[in-house]
DNA sequence: GGTTCTCTGCCGC
DNA sequence: GCGGCAGAGAACC
């Protein structure tokens, strides 16, 4: 009994120091060194890092990283020029978020400003072994490969995806990335040497890069990628982040299965799922 | 391009 | 539970 208390005020003391760190990050102009954070938590920056990193499955780096950017889309849906949006999200300077702009919205800020993304998207659908397979493209990369049975279905899941942008359909020269895209389908060991336009909330991208350090051949378990992200405990969070993947097989989401070896879902089938999988063993 | 800070695996107490 | 080192990596100037 006493026991259980002790270590019930330890996770408390823990909570309350981790909360006092994060509310000390939001406060804070720029963001606090680790060092800092730590003294005033009483632990050693090594110790403490780890703390944090437990309770909130961030990095107090990307914690206060993922906090500017919260504040730098909330400053910008207030109407406040990309200048001062920049600054009062604590951005040194302005030139310095513009290098990472497209990492923490997703776009250019101008773009981000004017209601979203309007940004044009071409795409293609073609055929590979595994059905109709769609290839769009923005000006940053590939920003979805969808899988299904029908053109039509492809095409209004597109849209959805992307409800703001114009959807062009591609020329000529598209097909032959269309074809490239279909080819690394085929094989993916060959891997796709095309810029990837990611799109997604802090943790989706945390979970995505997991997913591209699996190599072909092998797969993981949910419980697996929670852990390799620091977030032991978020295995559904993780599902879910592959549920909603757009880029079929550059991310590579049909690689992580259940821990017992089950398939699971597969946002595209579970039988196409079953089908990469065997291809890409059998290689 | 060098420096400084961050992050993590590993080990010791 | 906590601290610390080593080494890799990222951010910064």
Redesign the pocket.
């Known amino acids: 009994m006493r026991k259980k208390a002790e270590?019930q005020s330890?996770a408390n003391n823990?909570s309350a120091r981790v909360a006092a760190a994060c509310r000390l990050i939001e406060r804070a102009e720029s963001a606090p060194?680790?060092?800092r954070l730590a003294a005033i938590a009483g632990?050693?920056p090594?110790?403490?890092?780890?703390?944090f990193?437990s309770f909130t499955g961030m990095?107090?780096?990307?914690y206060a990283a993922a906090h500017r950017a919260k504040r730098m889309r909330s400053a910008l849906r207030s109407g406040k020029s990309v200048t001062e949006a920049v600054m009062s999200a604590g951005y040194?300077s302005g030139s310095?978020f513009y290098e990472k702009s497209t990492e923490h919205l997703g776009m250019t800020p101008t773009q981000f400003r004017n209601g979203g993304d309007q940004a044009t998207i071409r795409f293609a659908i073609g055929q590979c072994s595994l059905g109709a397979i769609l290839v769009a493209q923005s000006d940053k990369g590939i920003c979805a490969i969808l899988m299904g049975d029908d053109a039509d279905e492809l095409a209004r899941d597109l849209q959805e995806r992307f409800p703001q942008a114009t959807l062009v359909g591609g020329d000529r020269k598209f097909e032959r990335l269309v074809a490239q895209v279909v080819g690394f389908v085929e094989a993916p060991r060959m891997g796709l040497d095309l810029p990837l336009d990611i799109r997604g909330t802090a943790f989706q991208q945390r979970v995505w890069k997991a997913l591209q350090k699996i190599p072909a051949g092998t797969t993981a378990s949910y419980a697996e990628i929670a852990k390799r992200i620091?977030s032991t405990s978020s295995t559904r969070a993780v599902a879910g982040a592959c549920a909603a993947n757009a880029i079929a097989v550059a991310i590579p989401c049909h690689r992580v299965v259940r821990t017992d070896g089950g398939l699971s879902g597969y946002r595209w089938g579970v039988e196409r799922k079953r089908a990469l999988l065997e291809s890409e063993a059998a290689e």
């Open positions: 270590g330890t823990h060194p680790l060092g632990l050693s090594y110790h403490f890092h780890r703390v990193k990095t107090p780096r990307e040194g310095r620091g």
